[in-house]
């Protein structure tokens, strides 16, 4: 069984473990969760075939999780509590019944994007891994490897350093120092995926220079994501250093190399250490900046309650608010992979505004940044909440791609809109491969990027221009980059 057999099968478990708790929970008609639960887990198993891109497996799993598994989990242990919010839906049978029904139809035009993506577009598979001269980037590479090591490392330790001291970017808060020139877009992006971009380069020429299925820079890469994520306060480094994983594994198996499984449970094991450590780390920097919760967390470890009658040593204290404030800790990550994931709470949302139109799916597209006063949480959710004017620090809720689209009421745009998303994505994907030369690492992390982008949409959606021109950007500076390195080692 190869390590992609093994994930699919940890899936498998999962949705067979928690599938029977959903189904006695679930107040609808059982039948549309029985096919809303089929076509979900089709989704995700299928997206992690031989045939499958980055984009697709990635989207796949954040819709899964967002969807299948969040809705199952929370109607099953925690009686039908939503911690994002959903707005004014009315939990009725009927109510619950349409919800799924839309899930269903977004996922089935996943599933046939992919299929035509397979047909027309393109297949790894297919494409003529072997088919590209690296002699001269090999020679550039070899001459200059330890002077772009360096560069590298000091690069990833300077950058996530200056801005974790002078706040450039930090996700949910304002930025303490302004740089001329729009210079902090360029911290943005460098912390967000440049230079993990930079990470997929080096991997990726020092897999062609020494043929071999394991590869230290690996752990390097896995070093970037981590701190540049502690940087910005973002607790989702697992997904770049996943899909640079991933990636590189798909390398190897294009190439027709035998994958020495050991070596990526290690690099697995990796960085779900460095995952967990940077949500504890992002975790307390975000409570020494005062971020809101603006939800309860559930308590799954109990915490030691104190009895003021019961005279204990400073020792014993100590160590009892230290094993309180590590429950906590605790608490919080568990909460975020049980219930922080986005998507059919949007739905929810969607479905229970009965006033909402294709007008309002326009109109969303003049949001502007007011903090935490967003169409979603203004118009859609109804939120009665009033936020702080002028903030440091501020919450973001978005709807996801699914319910933002489902603005119109319209299930026939909602599918077509959702198909057309999902083949652009691959094509950018493709792109990314062709103009780095048959770089699967570089174009792998290009299409966790956009699945990102996707899964997490609806916030100030005009502006997404923004992460697809920086894409490619990315994608034409590396493309420059390679033609430079050519004519140089030529001349």
Sequence with gaps: MNLISLVKFFFIIIIISILPFGFISYTGTKFYYLIFSAISSYALISSFNKDSISFESFFALLIWL???????????????????????????????????????????????????????????????????????????????????????LFSIIFFATINLIYIFFQKGTIPVSILPFGLNNFINWLLM?????????????EFQLKKKNSNKLIKFGLLETFVSSISILSRAMIFNGTSIIYGFYRLIELNNFKIKISAFIKYLMIILVLFMTSLLIVSKLRQG?????????????????????????????KIMLIANDLSKELNQIIFLVAGRWVGIEGVMAVYGNKELNLNSLLLSFKDEFDYSNSFYENVVKRSKHIYKKDPEIFTVYVPGIVAFLFYSKSLILLFCMIFLLCIFCSIVEYFAFRMSKGNVIFSYLIGNILAYR??????????????????????????????????????
């Design 66 to 152: 967002g969807f299948w598994f969040k809705f199952t989990v929370q109607i099953s242990l925690f009686n039908s509590l939503f911690p994002e919010g959903t707005g004014i839906f009315d939990y009725s049978s009927n109510s619950y019944d349409q919800i799924l029904v839309i899930s269903s139809v977004s996922i089935l035009a996943f599933i046939s994007a992919k299929q035509f993506r397979l047909r027309f577009i393109f297949n790894y598979q297919n494409e003529k891994i072997n088919g590209y001269d690296y002699k001269d980037y090999l020679t550039f590479y070899f001459k200059y490897r330890k002077l772009i090591f360096f560069t590298y």
């Design 193 to 205: 995926f440049g230079l993990a971009s930079f990470s997929s380069l080096v991997i990726f020429f």
């Design 289 to 317: 900046k005062n971020f809101p919760i603006g939800h309860e967390v559930h308590k799954y470890i109990p915490m030691i309650e104190f009895d003021p009658n019961v005279k204990t040593s400073k020792k014993v204290e």
């Design 454 to 491: 996707l899964a997490h949409f609806g916030y100030m959606p005009q502006n997404s221009y923004k992460l697809i021109l920086a894409i490619f950007i990315t994608i034409f500076l590396i493309h420059l980059g390679l033609k430079a390195v050519k004519f140089f080692n030529k001349n």
